[in-house]
């Protein structure tokens, strides 16, 4: 495992899904603010992981978009899981240290699983910049120290959805769950940042932290197949158990590559 070494990985891949991108990059310092958000925006990716190894199989781990960073970042936790991986096929139990907690990455019959702790929701009638901005559609709306959830009575109604988007704009919620039951999976999902400049995620790990316990309760099951309905599209399977969620996800990896010093920075080769 060499310092400065990156890889590029598709997050959350399948038969029906690109899944999400993320840089993960190997590092001696995660202290430089200013220097990790550069080399993210270099990267341009929805996320780079910055992980620092603290012990053989513990790191210390930052996440971060092109314009600022991340506090917890789903996709990019188990695509550095995979980079890990990659880089020791031994080591398939991995803990990655953040300011809020930790979370635990393994590989098992060649997917990424990630433990986390499910996020509570609580039911508060629907804001009316919810209604308009969802055309009026959602039936339900969730807080959650994430992202709101807003559900929908079909599944359509979630894949088929154009947000007014300088509606959600007027408010400062940072993001909205949209979910709904499905025919084909347990429940879909898509991910709405109108605050951001990409505006909406491709496969989300912390969204299906907040779902998991969510459809969980809603469906008597804990072990349930989920599907992001997204451009690029993300699968997940959702497995909960005394309030601790696990996601089973597959990854790909399509870029490979190291960090050059120039002077007193690093350019990307």
């Keep these: 495992m060499l310092l400065d070494e990156f890889y590029l990985i598709n997050a959350f891949t399948g038969s029906k899904a690109l899944g999400n991108q993320a840089c993960v990059l190997f590092v001696d310092d995660l202290s430089k603010d200013d220097h990790l958000q550069r080399l993210a925006a270099n990267f341009n990716l929805p996320a780079t992981t910055f992980i620092k190894r603290e012990s053989e199989n513990t790191f210390s781990v930052r996440w971060f978009a092109p314009m600022a960073e991340i506090h ?15 880089e020791d096929p031994g080591l398939t139990n991995i803990i990655f240290n953040y300011k809020n907690g930790i979370l635990e990455g393994s590989v098992s019959d060649g997917k990424v699983e990630l433990k986390g702790d499910g996020i509570p929701a609580v039911e508060t009638p629907i804001p009316d910049h919810v209604n308009r901005g969802f055309q009026g559609k959602a039936i339900a709306y969730f807080n959650t120290s994430n992202k709101d959830i807003v559900v929908f009575e079909h599944e359509r109604e979630v894949v088929e959805m154009q947000p007014n988007w300088a509606v959600l704009r007027s408010s400062s919620t940072f993001g909205y769950i949209l979910t709904a039951k499905s025919f084909s999976y347990d429940f879909v999902s898509r991910v709405m940042l109108p605050h951001l400049s990409f505006l909406e995620d491709q496969a989300t790990g912390s969204a299906h932290l907040v779902l998991s316990p969510f459809w969980a309760d809603r469906l008597q099951r804990s072990t349930m197949k989920a599907y992001q309905a997204s451009e690029r599209g993300g699968e997940v399977e959702c497995v909960i158990e005394d309030g601790h969620v696990t996601l089973k996800a597959a990854c790909k990896v399509f870029g490979k590559g190291n960090l050059v010093r120039s002077g007193n920075e690093k350019a990307l080769l």
């Design 72 to 86: 917890l970042c789903g996709h990019g936790t188990i695509a550095a899981t995979w980079a890990v991986y990659q």
